[in-house]
């Protein structure tokens, strides 16, 4: 789920990216040292890097939020299927290959028969094959080598793999001014961040949150603020709204085998049909 934490966090990588677009081992794009992260500074370790030159930039989510939240949730896909391993039929064999991860499954439908092998821990492409071969085996003859099955009085074969997906829906949402302050110890040095983090930031609209989902984002003002120059302050507020939801997941498992049971009536009597695996 994406939350103030969160958007603040990809907040701090894009100012980093631009503080430092070649590394924090290169000099700043400014010329100012800067130590980048979210929250609020504390006091003692603000006064104690001013005074070697070192600015801070802070991200702080305020309480200046709206609730958004305006559409029924509706769960939708965020993370597609993605087998690692394939399956080939051809002719009366079956090749596994690829990479074997966890969770997904290997289908084959054998002449109008369905089979199915979810994976296990520690299974290789041989052990799955060897489960393949036995699980056809009960209805036809099969064995395997390595990692193909044999199933050679078979007419015809299909075989898939199949792997879970991830879906999400809205739950809430909020637009939350998000503040980044610029903090140094004279105007010298907080003039150069400020120019080199105020373009990014106002060229926002979209922020691609870790949860998958995408914020809207909207430039709000800037303001500076040397109250505070007694103690040696100079500090710059920039301020971006960002729209963004609150989701919640699930796991979805695809279909690898679809069986259609067809029945028809006869002077209304039921007469069960062939079943049909497709």
């Known amino acids: 789920m994406a939350d103030m934490t969160e958007v603040a966090d990809v907040l701090v990588g894009i100012i980093a990216a631009a503080v430092y677009p070649n590394g924090t081992s290169q000099p700043p794009a400014g010329g100012v040292q800067a130590k980048i992260y979210q929250g609020w500074p504390e006091p003692q370790a603000l006064k104690a890097d001013l005074a070697l030159k070192i600015a801070h930039v802070t991200v702080f989510p305020s309480a200046n939020v709206k609730i958004t939240t305006r559409h029924m949730p509706e769960w939708q896909q965020i993370a597609a299927p993605a087998p690692t391993i394939t399956a080939t039929a051809a002719g009366t064999t079956v090749t596994l290959a690829g990479t074997v991860t966890l969770p997904q499954a290997v289908c084959l439908i054998v002449d109008g028969l369905d089979f199915a092998y979810g994976l296990q821990a520690g299974d290789t492409l041989v052990s ?151």
Not at 157 to 174: F, Q
Not at 181 to 198: G, H, M
Not at 246 to 269: E, P, W
């Open 128 to 278: 799955i094959a060897a489960a393949l071969a036995a699980l056809v085996n009960a209805s036809q003859p099969a064995s395997a080598a390595g990692a193909v099955v044999m199933i050679p009085g078979a007419r015809h074969i299909d075989a898939r793999v199949v792997a879970n997906g991830t879906s999400a829906k809205e739950v809430a949402r909020e637009q939350r001014v998000f503040t980044v302050s610029i903090w140094a110890d004279c105007f010298d040095n907080r003039e150069p961040l400020a120019r080199v983090i105020t373009p990014p930031l106002a060229d926002l609209t979209r922020l691609n949150l870790p949860d998958g989902t995408v914020a809207t984002c909207e430039y709000s003002g800037s303001q500076q603020i040397d109250t505070e120059q007694m103690q040696g302050i100079y500090r710059r507020d920039i301020n971006v709204s960002v729209d963004y939801g609150t989701i919640v997941t699930r796991t979805d498992n695809q279909v690898g085998i679809v069986q259609t049971n067809l029945s028809a009536k006869v002077l209304d009597v039921s007469v069960p049909l062939k079943t049909i695996n497709q």
